[in-house]
């Protein structure tokens, strides 16, 4: 019996987590609504005391996770379409995308 793998045929890429938005700008939003309630959050404790950390966990929601998979969505975000990975016989690479026929200039 046989094991070994054949590469005769493309790999797919590996299921990875997509943490992009749909635009730069909706993705800085969610950023500053994030940053914004973890610095609120330990900003107000002196006027309102541990109460103000209940605010903390709202930026989980807005970040998607934590402040690292909002960086990595950002990266994702910008680079979503222009970048494209393709995967042949065990090797991957990171190469520019063609540009969509709707996309180029028309003279």
């Not at 709202?58 to 990266?75: D, E, K, N, Y």
Request: proline share 11%; hydrophobic share 40%; with cysteine.
């Amino acid at each position: 019996m046989n094991t070994t793998p054949t590469l005769d045929r493309p790999v797919q890429p590996a299921q990875v987590p997509d943490y992009a938005s749909k635009s730069v700008p909706r993705h800085l939003a969610r950023g500053a609504v994030g940053f914004g309630l973890i610095a609120g959050s330990i900003a107000l404790i002196p006027v309102t005391g541990p109460v103000s950390l209940l605010a903390a966990p709202l930026a989980l929601i807005a970040f998607r996770g934590c402040p690292t998979c909002w960086a990595v969505g950002l990266a994702q975000t910008i680079s979503r379409g222009r970048l494209e990975r393709r995967c042949v016989d065990g090797v991957c690479t990171l190469t520019k995308a063609h540009p969509h026929p709707a996309d180029t200039p028309r003279d």
